[in-house]
T-cell receptor, first 113, second 114 residues
Framework: AQSVTQPDIHITVSEGASLELRCNYS??????LFWYVQSPGQGLQLLLK??????LVQGIKGFEAEFKRSQSSFNLRKPSVHWSDAAEYFC???????????FGTGTRLLVSP | DAGVIQSPRHEVTEMGQEVTLRCKPI?????LFWYRQTMMRGLELLIY????????DSGMPEDRFSAKMPNASFSTLKIQPSEPRDSAVYFC????????????FGQGTRLTVV
């Protein structure tokens, strides 16, 4: 079965510093990969997705993610974090051709002044 | 489009009562998903529909849970009888038929069973 691991439960980053959130997946083939963000009391919003092609994917709000097949990873990055980026971030995987998303446990990002 | 609309936003009920959560997907979307979010288990897919037909309900925890989609613009998730361990945030999401396009989430219903 597919699974997603987000090893960091909490991360604190200073405003203006760079950010990297880790995501590893377990699946026999290359799945479709997603990053979602959830602000307090809100639903999930898609930041970016990877289906195929260029392994560096650009998303909204200045986020990017890099797919590394050899490491089964899809880490999320942002060069300079803003206080408004404080939220919970979820990595998700879907087997090719299916709509069913499997989510990681999430990483809560705190931004310090 | 107003996005995926869920109601109510908050629900507090007593153990043993029936609870019905409602969802209106985005017009034109033919996939609808129900997720549950808890601290212990994170985000879990409960059930999803395609063209109003349930495709996979393997995530439904037990027979107390049921979901219906009588038409393309409305779905319900019902819990009868409710138990305190059902307390969670329930999300509805919808997407179009193309493979793995973006799923749009509603703001969720926070259910508290006391």
């Amino acid at each position: 079965a597919q699974s997603v691991t987000q090893p960091d439960i909490h991360i604190t980053v200073s405003e203006g510093a760079s950010l990297e959130l880790r995501c590893n997946y377990s699946y026999g083939a290359t799945p479709y990969l997603f990053w979602y963000v959830q602000s307090p009391g809100q639903g999930l919003q898609l930041l970016l997705k990877y289906f195929s092609g260029d392994t560096l994917v650009q998303g909204i709000k200045g986020f990017e993610a890099e797919f590394k097949r050899s490491q089964s990873s899809f880490n999320l990055r942002k060069p300079s974090v803003h206080w408004s980026d404080a939220a919970e971030y979820f990595c998700a995987v879907a087997p090719t051709g299916f709509q069913k998303l499997v989510f990681g446990t999430g990483t809560r990002l705190l931004v310090s002044p | 489009d107003a996005g995926v609309i869920q109601s109510p936003r908050h629900e507090v009920t007593e153990m043993g009562q029936e609870v019905t959560l409602r969802c209106k997907p985005i017009s034109g979307h033919d996939y609808l998903f129900w997720y549950r979010q808890t601290m212990m288990r994170g985000l879990e897919l409960l059930i999803y529909f395609n063209n109003n037909v349930p495709i996979d309900d393997s995530g439904m925890p037990e027979d107390r849970f049921s979901a219906k989609m009588p038409n393309a613009s409305f779905s319900t998730l019902k819990i009868q009888p409710s138990e305190p361990r059902d307390s969670a945030v329930y999300f509805c999401a919808s997407s179009r038929g193309e493979m793995n396009t973006e799923a749009f989430f509603g703001q969720g219903t926070r259910l508290t069973v006391v």
